[in-house]
């Protein structure tokens, strides 16, 4: 049974760097055809893609936040990572990790539970 | 950016009735590369479809997505009680991956 777990700070002051890591069990990430993806959900809002990293390394981040993004994987801990760094109140939101299926397309079929994370001095 | 608009907003619906929501697509979605998800309040989204109109392990047969190009439907046969949620359609085919804003189905 394939798990993703979200971990990290629930607060972040302004101007910091976000830090968040996602703990995969059931699969290995370093596997072929998986999507490592986070998405967030700003409070009472609809879903936005953050960005997410190929098994081969390929990466692709939203344009929005390209340049304060980074997405990486860590194969020796089966976990994948976010850092969004000078991060302001419009960052505060429930941040999930997910995969991405190339077998369904790229459909996210397995989601961490998500964290919530508030931009707060 | 291929901009999805859901429709209706809400719908006040009773238990047994048939639902049909709508995605339409602001340019044709590739290879039909477009999925929903339900979410619960305090849950991540599950996904329900893929590729218009697979559905995913363990969704039950009354959930059936349907369309291609820029149109889609997700159509939920009767109404149970868990089925009260919203639900957002998602493409895949183009970058970014962009969502739905969302239908919510919620009881009369």
């Known amino acids: 049974q394939v798990q993703l777990q979200e971990s990290g700070p629930g607060l972040v002051k302004p101007s910091q760097t976000l830090s968040l890591t996602c703990s995969v069990s059931g699969v290995s990430i370093s596997s072929g055809g998986y999507l490592w993806t986070w998405i967030r959900q700003h409070p009472g809002k609809g879903l936005e893609c953050i960005g997410y990293k190929f098994y081969n390394g390929r990466t692709y981040y939203n344009s929005s936040l390209e340049s304060r993004v980074v997405i990486s994987l860590d194969t020796s801990k089966n976990q994948f990572s976010l850092k969004l760094s000078s991060v302001t109140a419009a960052d505060t939101a429930v941040y999930y990790c997910?995969?991405?299926?190339?077998?369904?397309?790229?459909?996210?079929?397995?989601w961490g539970q998500g964290t919530m994370v508030t931009v707060s001095s | 950016e291929i901009v999805l608009t859901q429709s209706p907003g809400t719908l006040s619906l009773s238990p047994g009735e048939r639902v049909t929501l709508s995605c339409r697509a602001s340019?044709?979605?590739?290879?039909?590369?477009l999925a929903w998800y339900q979410q619960k309040p305090g849950q991540a989204p599950r996904l329900l479809i893929y590729g218009a109109s697979y559905r995913a392990t363990g969704i039950p047969d009354r959930f059936s997505g349907s369309g291609s190009g820029t149109d889609f439907t997700l159509t939920i046969s009767r109404l149970g009680p868990e089925d009260f949620a919203v639900y957002y359609c998602q493409q895949y085919g183009s970058s970014p991956v962009t969502f739905g804003q969302g239908t919510k189905v919620e009881i009369k």
């Open positions: 340019q044709s979605v590739s290879s039909n590369f």
């Open positions: 997910a995969r991405g299926d190339t077998g369904l397309g790229k459909a996210f079929d397995i």
